[in-house]
């Protein structure tokens, strides 16, 4: 597709379960965050991928958050037995680089919702 | 901690005229910073990137930054109801590389026909 592709776009978990969000990024582009948006807030960054490799975790919240992106292209964002105070907007963006800049671009979101 | 402000608004104004935009920064040694608009339920979407202190225009938008006060601002003329939505304030660390943006809480705005 032409641009970062989320999924699932809604997602309803029991707390205490486990969900697996899911991001794929525009084709070529190397670099992959994630961020976390509780409602009425802006994005708060949780973590940043290069190709494979985590370079930056120190946005996750807790250790029941866990990001992977094992071929450096589609990757998923892991959160184990959900807490309510997890319900948020969680965005996946990818950039490329054109000259010395890099742009970044955001999917659409996956909204979860913890009850 | 890094931190962007902005005031939550709601900003209305009426159609036509001008809305101006405010954020301040805390990192002295930011590089970039970026305007984002947000419609409600949907992702942000760039609508202005500014590297150096000074205005960049784009169409009926307006960024403005001053690195020695740590403000960047956007003016949007002869707004439209179609620029109601949130605006984001981004700012990174460096031009390219691996620092992650950080954002402001955004401001809403609201253009009255």
């Known amino acids: 597709g032409a641009g970062v592709s989320q999924s699932p776009r809604y997602k309803v978990a029991k707390r205490g379960q486990d969900v697996a969000l899911r991001c794929d990024p525009i084709s070529g582009h190397v670099s992959l965050f994630w961020y976390q948006q509780a409602l009425g807030q802006g994005p708060e960054f949780l973590t940043y991928f290069q190709n494979e490799a985590q370079l930056d975790k120190s946005g996750l919240p807790s250790d029941r958050f866990f990001a992977e992106r094992p071929e450096g292209s589609v990757s998923t964002l892991k959160i184990q037995r959900t807490q309510q105070e997890d319900s948020a907007v969680y965005l996946c963006?990818?950039?490329?680089?054109?000259?010395?800049?890099?742009?970044?671009?955001f999917g659409e979101g996956s909204w979860l919702t913890v009850v | 901690q890094k931190e962007v402000e902005q005031n939550s608004g709601p900003l209305s104004v009426p159609e036509g005229a001008i809305a101006s935009l405010n954020c301040t920064y805390s990192d002295r040694g930011s590089q970039s910073f970026f305007w984002y608009r947000q419609y409600s339920g949907k992702s942000p979407e760039l609508i202005m990137s500014?590297?150096?202190?000074g205005d960049k225009e784009d169409g009926r938008f307006t960024a403005q930054l001053n690195k020695a006060s740590q403000y960047v601002s956007l003016l949007i003329r002869d707004s439209q109801p179609s620029d109601s939505a949130t605006y984001l304030c981004a700012v990174k660390g460096t031009v390219s590389g691996n620092t992650p943006l950080v954002f402001g809480k955004g401001t809403r705005l609201s253009v009255i026909a």
């Open positions: 500014i590297y150096s202190n």
């Open positions: 963006a990818s950039s490329f680089r054109q000259g010395a800049i890099d742009t970044i671009y």
